[in-house]
């Protein structure tokens, strides 16, 4: 797999991630804040199906493989 990611679009999926499974975890919204499980790991691997899906990337190197 490629990676599609760039440094801040993977910083930005990990802390919107971790604040939804944390909102979950606390009560603050329901069940569905575990839906932050999708951009967290996706955040980690460096790899989006959509934007691959799509032909985007924002990693700044083309040929870059995971």
């Known amino acids: 797999m ?3 990611e760039g440094g801040w679009d993977r ?3 990990v802390v919107v991630g971790l ?3 944390l ?4 009560g603050y919204v ?5 839906i932050g499980i999708v951009p ?8 989006c199906p959509a934007y691959s899906l799509l032909g985007m990337s ?7 493989q995971g």
Request: charged share 10%; with cysteine.
């Open 2 to 4: 490629k990676i599609n």
């Open 11 to 13: 910083v930005v999926r």
């Open 19 to 21: 604040a939804l499974i």
């Open 23 to 26: 909102a979950a975890a606390l």
């Open 30 to 34: 329901g069940v569905w804040g575990y």
């Open 40 to 47: 967290l790991v996706t955040g980690i691997i460096g790899v």
């Open 58 to 64: 924002t990693c700044p190197m083309k040929s870059r």
